[in-house]
C-alpha cells in the first residue's frame, strides 16, 4: 500500500513538472543555440494534452524564427484555435485544480499571448508573401485587445500591435487606417509613461500630413516640432523591428508550514517572476549617409508580469481553497490509519506545484526604427550577429524582421 501511494506521488510529481521544467530549459538555450536547434530539441518533447496551446505557440514563434513561414502559419493558427476554445474551462478541470494543482487545468493563454498570437502570425503571413493574410490577422488582434479591455487598466493592450496594424495599413495604402493604429500606438505608450520613439512621432506626422494637413498634422507639429515637413518622393521606406532577448521564465515560491495543531505540513506554492536582469541591447540600420537605432515599443517583461499580477487574487483564492480540502483530506486519512495519514501528507505537500506555464519564448521587448533612403540597400548592426546588408528596390516599401537571437534578418518588400 505504502508503495503504491508513494508511486503515485512520483507519478503526478512528473507530470505535473517535467514537461514545463524542459519547456523553461529550452528557452534559455536561445541564448546559445539557434532556434532551428531549440525547435528541433522542443518538437521532440510530447506535452501533455493540457499544455498544447503553450507548445504550439513557442513551436510556432521558433517555425517564424527557423524561416519556415507555413509551418508557422499552421501552429500558431492551431494555438489560437486552442486557446478561444480554452476560455471557458472545464467543469472537470476546475475540480482537480482545485484539489491538486493548477497545472492540472488546461493552459488557455494570458491576455499578452491572445494578443502577440496575432502579431506573431501576421509576420509570418508578411514573410510567406501573404500581406492580406497579415491585415485578416490584425484585424483580429484589434477585436481581441477590445475583449480584453477594462477601464483603466492597459492590460492586453499592446502598442506593438497597433504599430504593426500601422505598418501593414500603410503597405496597402489604406492611410486614414494607418493613422488610426499608429495613434492607438502613441496613445498606449504615452499611458504606460514611456516615451513615443522618434519613428512613430515621424509616422504620426507622414499620415496626418496626407490625410488631414489642415487639422491633425499641425496638432502634431506642435506636439513634435523640428521635422521636416513629409515629402512624397521616389524613397524607399524601411520599417525595422526588432526582437530583443527571451522573456523571463516563472519561478516558484514555496512556502511549508506546520498546521495550527501540529499534525500536518502544509505547502503552499505560487508562482512569480524573478527580479528582472534583461538589459536592453539595440539594432541599428544604416544607408550610405544616415543611421537610426531601434527604440522601445513593447517591453514583454513588464506585460507577462501584468498579467500574472491580474490573475494573482484568483490564484491565490484557489490555492487557499485547495489548501482547506488537503487538510481535510489527511485528517480523514488520518482517522483511518496514522501511517497512511503521513503518507497522504507527504503526497499532498508534495503535489502542491505552482502553475509556471507561459509563452516563455517570446522576445524580452520588441523596438522600432524607421529609415527613408534613396540607396540600394541598408546595413543592419546587432550585438548578437555579423553585420548583415539588405538589398532594396529603388521607392519599395520594406518590413525588417531583426533578432538578437542566430537568426538572419527578415524581408518583406514590395
Known sequence: ????????????????????????????????????????????????????????????????????????????TQAKKEMAALEAISITENAAAGTVNETLRSYSGYP????????ILALSYLFNDDIDGARVEMLQADVSMKKLYSKGS????????????????????????????????????????????VSLQQALLRLSYRVDRNGQYVSYKQRYSGYPTPVSNNASQVFSLYFDSVVSNKIEKSILVPSGNGEQLIRISMPAYPNPKYR?????????????????????????????????????????????????????????????????????????????????MLPATIQFAYLETTDNEVTVDRVSAAQEKIALNIGSTNLLLISSLQTPVFHYQQ
Not at 496594424?165 to 494607418?178: F, H, P, R, T, V
Request: glycine share 2%; with cysteine; proline share 3%.
Open 1 to 76: 500500500m505504502k508503495k503504491i501511494i508513494l508511486a503515485s506521488i512520483f507519478t503526478l510529481l512528473t507530470a505535473c513538472a517535467g514537461h514545463q521544467r524542459e519547456s523553461n530549459q529550452l528557452a534559455n538555450l536561445l541564448h546559445q543555440q539557434p532556434p532551428t536547434q531549440v525547435l528541433a530539441q522542443l518538437q521532440s518533447t510530447e506535452p501533455p494534452e493540457r499544455d498544447y496551446a503553450q507548445f504550439h505557440l513557442n513551436v510556432g514563434l521558433l517555425q517564424l524564427l527557423s524561416s519556415d513561414f507555413p509551418a508557422a502559419i499552421a501552429s500558431l
Open 112 to 119: 499578452t499571448d491572445r494578443v502577440m498570437v496575432h502579431n
Open 154 to 197: 492597459y492590460n492586453g493592450q499592446l502598442a506593438s500591435t497597433h504599430l504593426l496594424s500601422g505598418i501593414i495599413y500603410e503597405m496597402l495604402d489604406e492611410q486614414s487606417n494607418a493613422l488610426i493604429s499608429y495613434k492607438h500606438s502613441e496613445e498606449i505608450i504615452q499611458k504606460r509613461k514611456l516615451s513615443v520613439p
Open 280 to 360: 536592453m541591447a539595440r539594432a541599428k540600420v544604416t544607408d550610405a549617409s544616415n543611421q537610426v537605432s531601434t527604440e522601445l515599443i513593447e517591453n514583454l517583461e513588464v506585460a507577462v508580469r501584468e498579467d500574472l499580477s491580474k490573475e494573482y487574487p484568483s490564484i491565490l483564492l484557489l490555492t487557499t481553497t485547495r489548501a482547506i480540502a488537503k487538510y481535510e483530506l489527511v485528517a480523514q486519512a488520518n482517522e483511518q490509519d496514522s501511517l497512511l495519514g503521513a503518507l497522504v501528507n507527504l503526497a499532498t505537500a508534495l503535489s502542491e506545484i505552482a502553475d509556471l506555464r507561459s509563452w516563455n
